[in-house]
């Protein structure tokens, strides 16, 4: 991949009529207890072939006479063949994609949406915070990272979950552990099982690295609460809020900022972001509630 990473690709499915078009499950990996990676391909070849996104970038999953769901993708930009999903299911629209299983068809709307900005990563210091699901729409960057990690000095991922087995990605999470390329630290809020690992929410793990704020830039995605103590312990580190981006989670419906259902201040959570720099949004991320 080389630097067109700094493109917004625009959705090539189903944005102007918002007819999703049909994809096929190929696979469904269960990651955990209640999260399924699902791998889908587009029908059409023609479309197939044109459809490309960035790290960051959603896409609505649509299931007939339920309805959709955002979902972020997880799998690698470089792969053209399918496009990887990973949903916790918490719904009915999450439920229905399980249910209707490996072999079946869904909709598909997207790519939607503003992706982690790579192409402003220059050649500091990186450090990717994520928490619950939110490690997924991180996947692909550090997939990027790791294929063009000559261009950076450190590279770091956190992940923190409720217990061990709401880790996601449990196998490539052991692979980065033991790849000198990446320092990957994860903790859980309750150590249940062998766990021996850290314990404690995941900002404290920032305690264990030592960070250089003039070349560092975060990438943060989790729950509302993760992602403001991140934002602030960053802060407290003297990281600069435009170095610092985070991937919000608001209600979609159309994707493309034609309905309003997902506003945020003056913005709209599916064009403007996900992916927002602190800078940006620091007024309005300041005063809204926990
Ligand atoms: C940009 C964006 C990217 C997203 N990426 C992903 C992703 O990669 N994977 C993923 O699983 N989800 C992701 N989500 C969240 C997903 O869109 C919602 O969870 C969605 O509501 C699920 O649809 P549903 O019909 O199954 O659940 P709904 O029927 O909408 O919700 C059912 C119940 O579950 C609760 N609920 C909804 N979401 C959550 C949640 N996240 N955790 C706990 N309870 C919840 C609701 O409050 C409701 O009570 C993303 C959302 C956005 C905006
Ligand atoms: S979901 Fe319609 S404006 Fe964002």
Redesign the pocket.
């Known amino acids: 991949m080389n630097l067109a990473i700094a493109a917004r690709p625009e959705p090539i499915c189903g944005s102007e009529t918002m007819l999703p078009v049909p994809v096929r499950i190929l696979d469904m990996h269960p990651e955990n207890f209640n999260?399924r990676t699902v791998q889908v391909q587009i029908v059409d070849e023609g479309l197939r072939q044109r459809y490309r996104w960035v790290p960051g970038q959603?896409n609505m999953i649509y299931v007939p006479g339920?309805?959709e769901?955002?979902?972020?993708i997880?799998s690698d930009p470089d792969q053209h063949e399918a496009v990887g999903?990973?949903?916790?299911?918490?719904?009915?629209?999450?439920?229905?994609i399980e249910r209707i299983g490996k072999g079946g068809m869904v909709g598909l709307r997207g790519p939607f949406?503003r992706g982690w900005p790579l192409d402003r990563l220059h050649s500091g210091d990186v450090i990717l915070i994520g928490g619950g699901?939110g490690l997924?729409?991180l996947r692909p960057v550090v997939y990027w990272l790791l294929k063009h990690r000559d261009r950076f000095r450190r590279v770091m991922l956190l992940f923190g979950c409720r217990t061990p087995e709401d880790r996601l990605f449990v196998p490539e999470l052991e692979k980065w552990d033991e790849d000198p390329r990446i320092d990957t630290l994860v903790t859980v809020d309750n150590a249940t099982g062998e766990w021996v690992g850290p314990v404690g929410v995941v900002t404290k793990l920032l305690q264990r690295i030592r960070i250089n704020a003039d070349r560092t830039t975060a990438f943060v995605c989790g729950?509302r609460m993760l992602n403001r103590a991140a934002a602030w312990s960053l802060e407290q580190l003297n990281v600069r809020s435009e170095r610092v981006f985070i991937?919000?989670?608001?209600?979609?419906n159309c994707g493309f900022g034609q309905c309003g259902h997902?506003q945020y201040g003056s913005k709209f959570?599916?064009k403007d972001?996900?992916v927002f720099a602190l800078s940006e949004i620091a007024d309005i991320f300041a005063k809204e509630e926990v």
């Open positions: 999260t959603f339920i309805g769901a955002a979902i972020s997880s999903h990973t949903i916790r299911l918490v719904g009915s629209v999450t439920r229905a949406g699901i997924a729409p729950p991937s919000l989670e608001r209600n979609m997902c959570v599916c972001g996900p």
